[in-house]
């Protein structure tokens, strides 16, 4: 029943009582226990089918909403009042949140089904689901190779069929590159649109809650049922969504910069331009364009987001909450140090010293104050192409799946990975990518990025675009 079970399908079979939730639940929770990918940290069996119990009576008495009954899979950086959460780290090892996220409350309000949490990069920092203390991920369409990262969890979960969808977070990259490498879909909202509350921060400004699916219809549907203005996030949009516009005569850019990288794997190259074909089919029209600061975005990146993961990450300190050394250690100095030294792992403590050293006195008008004129340059580069287009597609990684160990020594090659991602992230506007053909079996993503505010119509023609190549499983 699980195996390729999109949203839409999995709610038509609990409508006509063709399956129950418990039915779909205990499937899939077999399912997790069977399978070797390692996509989960945590598996909530008896949470899940007390709530797909609860589902099938607001079934029965016809209370069902979009996603009732529905298994999903959540990324361990998001908070479950009661459900262990990790940030697949050693410092929150045995953390239990007291409270859920709002995107949390909204998918139990509607009697969604949590079957548990998924693996990633410690903090949401990676591209591989390597720098886990859990363990790494294994992609499904080949295991010898990383799933992305850092909702690699996620993405391995709904790709492997042991969900029927999930919810990441994404940074610089962290949905769309897992999606693209697990040939799924994967949606980062426009920034604000989709509340923080509850999720573990890790760079605060760029943050931001999604779906990763089957289909770009359930991308549709997970995100509406998760966005929305929340008190609880102060940088929450009030104004209503923008309506989406008509997929007919839709303006594509094509930025020259993206598909005339080195880095870029020349067949990823192909596949990618072979999903623009099939973006024309749809009705929109191509045109070249140019974004000469995005290649600069990368180095942006790496100076804005470290600063503000030393400051999110100095709550971990062995005396509030998770690990701590506290019973070994003589004085508060010796608890901070011996506490975060032990728990934190490399990639982690590399953010911390960076962000630590680039916003310093002395430095900080060189590095992080620079950066943030960048960014703002890269912004504004994004506002006037899209006054000449009203969509930008390219790849959304340079190359397919690598293999295990592969880059896993070489942060800088890892970096690589979000080349394209990262820019969308400084800019806070929204971005999916979209299945294209695979390369040798390996999957691909197309990236499809609009204004800020302008959701509806990304989801949209990822939408007309999956009609197009026949890829809407239901
Ligand atoms: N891979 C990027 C990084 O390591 C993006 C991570 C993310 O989006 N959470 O920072």
New binding site residues.
Partial sequence: MSKGLTINKARDALRSRKTSAVELTRDSISNIKKSDLNAFVTVDEKGALAAAAAADQAIKNSHAQPLTGIPLAIKDVVSTKGLRTTASSKILDNYIPPFDATVIEKLKAQNAVILGKTNL?EF????STENSAYGSTLNPADKGRVPG??SGGSAAAVAGDLCVAALG??????IR?PASLCGIYGFKPTYGRVSRNGLLA?ASSLDQIGPLTKTAVDAKILFEAISGYDELDSTSHKKPPVKARPIEGLRVGLPIEYFESDGLDNSVRRSVEKGIDALKKTGCVVKEINLPASPFALAVYYII?PVEVASNLSRFDGIKYGSSVMGYAKTLQDVYVKTRSKYFGAEAKRRIVLGTYVSSAGYYDAYYGQAQKAREAIKKEFERVFREVDVIAGPTSPTPAFKLGEKVNDPLQM?L??IYTVPV?LAGIPSISVPVEPVDGLPVGMQLTGRFDDDATILDLAVAYENNIGGNRG
Avoid at 124 to 127: L, W
């Fill in positions: 990069d949401a920092m990676g591209s990262g850092s977070s994404d940074t610089g990259g962290s590159q890790m987001m970096y990975s979000d992230n």
